[in-house]
T-cell receptor, first 112, second 112 residues
């Protein structure tokens, strides 16, 4: 099946640890995105990548890092510098950067 | 980043009733999108609008792209219990950038 997968569904992190969230797509989409969602709020853009080996900061990039070494994969690392990491993280992709975005199922990150 | 003004924030309705929600912005968008998010899942695209004045239907859903390009509405007719969820509008400027700007969502509850 074609689609966007995110793993794991739930992730627990101890304070001071880095953690990496996985996002994979087999849709042959060029563009990929990471969003953060907090309760009762809309989605806020963390990072996006329009093409392999290129990415740009979104509105709330501080405390996060990404890489785009393969077209299919866009992992997000939540670093210890992110002071309030508990949230629902959503990955999305689109054919190109101006086409409609489709979302993965999300990863819920909890800090212990 | 800029947010869209989405209203109402929440709605409690009886099964069979019609629902209307809208989004407004101070800026012009070239594309308007409506997504639905079920609890703990990623948003699913419902309707995409690409042209000012466009009226598009998807089953019981109807959405319109405002003539000023600064607003959009979504109507749901004859609501059913599975319509429960959070509905998000999103605006995209298209060729001038790839970012989506999201509204804060409308939480819909349908009582059987």
């Amino acid at each position: 099946d074609g689609g966007i997968t995110q793993s794991p569904k739930y992730l627990f992190r101890k304070e001071g640890q880095n953690v990496t969230l996985s996002c994979e797509q087999n849709l042959n989409h060029d563009a990929m995105y990471w969003y953060r969602q907090d309760p009762g709020q809309g989605l806020r853009l963390i990072y996006y990548s329009q093409i392999v080996n290129d990415f740009q900061k979104g509105d709330i990039a501080e405390g996060y890092s990404v890489s785009r070494e393969k077209k299919e994969s866009f992992p997000l690392t939540v670093t210890s510098a992110q002071k309030n990491p508990t949230a629902f993280y959503l990955c999305a992709s689109s054919i190109t950067s101006i086409e409609t975005q489709y979302f993965g199922p999300g990863t819920r990150l909890l800090v212990l | 980043g800029q947010q869209l003004n989405q209203s109402p924030q929440s709605m409690f309705i009886q099964e069979g009733e019609d629902v209307s929600m809208n989004c407004t912005s101070s800026s012009i968008f070239n594309t308007w999108l409506w997504y639905k998010q079920d609890p703990g899942e990623g948003p699913v695209l419902l309707i995409a609008l690409y042209k000012a004045g466009e009226l598009t239907s998807n089953g019981r859903l109807t959405a319109q792209f405002g003539i000023t390009r600064k607003d959009s509405f979504l109507n749901i007719s004859a609501s059913i219990p599975s319509d429960v969820g959070i509905y998000f509008c999103a605006g995209q400027r298209g060729a001038s950038g790839s970012r989506l700007t999201f509204g804060e969502g409308t939480q819909l509850t349908v009582n059987p």
